[in-house]
């Protein structure tokens, strides 16, 4: 059985670029998922067109359809469309989200969901209110690799008992010679480090020490460092240890300064060790257990050639073909525990945005 589902894209730069690529490797291989992009959403009709044409989003790609370069507020109104991907900087996300859903569309939006719990809540309430499915986009949490991760892991015990996570994203981003309005340094852009890139190791803690989501998650406890930059008075260097009321630890680093470790997540259990590899730690695509003898007894590599963005695609294209308003592997409520937890880790190291 197929499945179409009809986007908009809002925001015409660097991750919807990696997103429609997946979509449209997608519809080259004629899976049963057909992810029909209609509208492009764009502050200038001309970098939309470039958008198109940069991204090859062809009509023989695109089952026939080439889509139109919309202003958002035409994009909004646009009723072929059925979900809207949000690809803008953390501050917009809350105001374009609403506006989505108010205007009977779905919704995807990028991580971090928006820049403050506060945020969320009004977004999850308008998607509530006008019976809109709604996710944060976790891409993360929906690669093969971590299904099979916690197979191995958690079924079969392959490491014996989990007590350890190291986790990290970092990169040298020459953040010193970036301008000040650069998204990666602009405050009133919600930037720093925590948000845009630490948000991936908080999430792999929470997806490999502990098997529950949202409301039903295991009781957990925080303490952090953030460096604040005295120009930008954001966070480029971030460390926080987080301990499971069963005694489990997360060690959590993310930088925009310095590269990190080869294997950006290393789980650590009582018979052995997990190593994952990626050029990107947001892509779970490839992982080597190790036991305690520091033999390699498993490997696993992702080779399908997408992004990784067509695996929580496809999960919202059955979550709203079924009739659901938000989906059970990124709920509502985890996406509030992890903006929580941001929160409190700003709160503790006095960074504040005008959100707040
Ligand atoms: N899932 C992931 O792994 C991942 C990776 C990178 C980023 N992200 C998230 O995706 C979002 C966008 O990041 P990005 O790297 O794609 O950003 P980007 O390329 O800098 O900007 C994306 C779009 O946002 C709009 N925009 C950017 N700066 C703006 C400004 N100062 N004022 C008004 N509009 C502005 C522009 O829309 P127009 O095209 O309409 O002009 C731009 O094309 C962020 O929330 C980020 O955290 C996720």
């Known amino acids: 059985m197929s499945i179409t589902l009809n986007w908009a894209i809002l925001g015409a730069g660097n991750i919807s670029s990696q997103f429609v690529f997946d979509l ?18 764009c502050s200038s009709s001309v970098k939309g067109q470039e958008f198109i044409k940069n991204n090859n989003i062809t009509a023989e790609r695109n089952y026939n359809v080439t889509p139109v370069v919309q202003s958002y507020k035409e994009l909004y109104a646009n009723s072929e469309v059925d979900v809207v991907y949000i690809g803008t900087p953390h501050n917009f996300h ?43 986009a976790v891409w993360t949490r929906f690669f093969p690799a971590i299904k099979e991760l916690k197979e191995k892991v958690y079924h079969e015990k392959v490491i014996g008992d989990v007590y350890r996570l190291f986790a990290d994203f970092s990169y040298s981003g020459d953040v010193k010679n970036l301008p000040l309005t650069s998204r990666v ?21 929470r997806i490999l020490l502990d ?13 952090s460092f953030l460096s604040i930059d005295k120009d930008d008075l954001v966070d480029h260097l971030g460390s926080i240890i987080i301990k499971y009321e069963n005694g489990k630890h997360a060690l959590l680093t ?45 490997e696993y590599k992702d080779n399908s050639g997408y992004n990784g963005f067509i695996y929580e695609a496809n999960a919202v294209a059955n979550d709203i073909h079924g009739g659901k308003l938000e989906d059970a592997v990124m709920p509502h409520d985890e996406t509030l525990l992890v903006m929580g937890v941001m929160d409190d880790i700003r709160k503790e190291n006095g960074l504040v945005y005008e959100q707040d």
């Open 24 to 41: 449209l490797l997608n519809n080259d291989r004629k899976t049963q998922y057909r992810h029909v992009i209609k509208s492009i959403g």
């Open 254 to 298: 993310s930088s925009e300064l310095v590269d990190g470790p080869k294997a950006y997540v290393r789980l650590e259990g009582s018979n052995g060790w997990v190593e994952m590899y990626s050029d990107n730690p947001a892509r779970a695509k490839h992982f080597k257990i190790f036991n305690k003898h520091g033999n390699e007894i498993y």
């Open 185 to 205: 340094r602009d405050r009133s852009l919600a930037a720093g480090s925590l948000l845009d890139i630490g948000i991936y190791p908080i999430t792999y803690s």
């Open 94 to 136: 809350c105001e374009q989200a609403v506006s989505c859903l108010e205007n009977n569309k779905h919704v995807l939006c990028e991580k971090p969901f928006a820049v403050n719990r506060k945020e969320a809540e009004i977004i999850f309430n308008a998607a509530k209110k006008h019976n809109k499915f709604c996710m944060e």
């Open 211 to 223: 098997d529950q989501v949202g409301q039903s998650a295991s009781k957990f406890e925080q303490k």
